[in-house]
């Protein structure tokens, strides 16, 4: 049997709502990564820096309790990135008519992206909150600014963001997650052809007990009469 298509499920629809979403993808990727600058920005404010004290020119130890803020640096950067992509999840999810798997992807790969600029920014602004004399003079106190260290803290946000709109997605209460379009990329459902009956007859059948139930005009309908009873021309001789 040959596909038909109407008007609203044409190939040519198709991709008009393929490029619409792509574009929306594409914003939804430049907002993630633009967001996550602004984390990292924050985060490079929020690292604490570690403190050693120059006992031989270019030699240093740390002082005490201050080789743990390699780990504060990092927590903070994993709890930053969760914040950012449970928001940018949220939000890129509000966009109702662009829900679908190129905006997921567009947000997973700005996640993911956006992860590794909030490093790089955050480290950036560090190195200038906490700068330190090429040579410094013995018995003093010299600052090492934060950074990221390994690439596992760099998959939460990817992580997460994905997490996010999956749960909103199996909490959606309707089949193509509010957006409209019962297709993939747009377009309506086939609607089932209607059937009219003829003028004076029906295609329903009534199984055995006859063919089709006629719609034109029926005989004349003749009262009960009990099997004992007297015809009328019976009774006039």
């Known amino acids: 049997m040959a596909t038909t298509f109407t008007a609203a499920e044409q190939p040519g629809v198709r991709v008009g709502f393929l490029r619409r979403e792509a574009r929306a993808a594409a914003v939804v990727f430049a907002a993630i990564v633009a967001a996550s600058a602004v984390a990292g920005v924050v985060w490079g404010f929020l690292a604490p820096a570690e403190q050693l004290l120059v006992i031989d020119p270019d030699r240093g130890a740390a002082l005490t309790g201050e080789s743990t803020h390699r780990f504060d640096a990092v927590a903070i950067f994993v709890l930053i990135g969760l914040v950012t992509a449970v928001l940018t999840a949220a939000a890129g999810w509000r966009w109702r008519r662009a829900r679908g798997p190129v905006l997921l992807l567009g947000l997973l790969a700005g996640s993911a992206l956006g992860s590794s600029v909030?490093?790089?920014?955050?480290?950036?602004?560090?190195?200038?909150?906490?700068?330190?004399?090429?040579?410094?003079?013995?018995?003093?106190?010299?600052?090492?600014a934060p950074t990221v260290e390994g690439w596992s803290a760099l998959l939460v946000q990817p992580l997460v963001a994905g997490?996010?709109?999956?749960?909103?997605?199996?909490?959606?209460?309707?089949?193509?997650?509010g957006t409209g379009h019962h297709l993939p990329f747009g377009g309506n459902p086939p609607q089932p052809p209607a059937f009219a009956p003829g003028q004076f007859g029906s295609d329903i059948t009534y199984g055995p007990y006859g063919g089709t139930q006629p719609?034109?005009?029926?005989?004349?309908?003749?009262?009960?009469?009990p099997a004992d009873s007297v015809p009328e021309t019976d009774r006039t001789q």
């Open 215 to 225: 719609f034109g005009p029926r005989d004349p309908v003749v009262p009960f009469e």
């Open 163 to 177: 997490l996010v709109v999956l749960i909103l997605a199996a909490l959606s209460t309707t089949d193509d997650l």
């Open 118 to 144: 909030m490093r790089w920014v955050g480290e950036a602004v560090a190195q200038q909150r906490h700068t330190r004399p090429p040579h410094p003079a013995v018995h003093t106190i010299v600052e090492f």
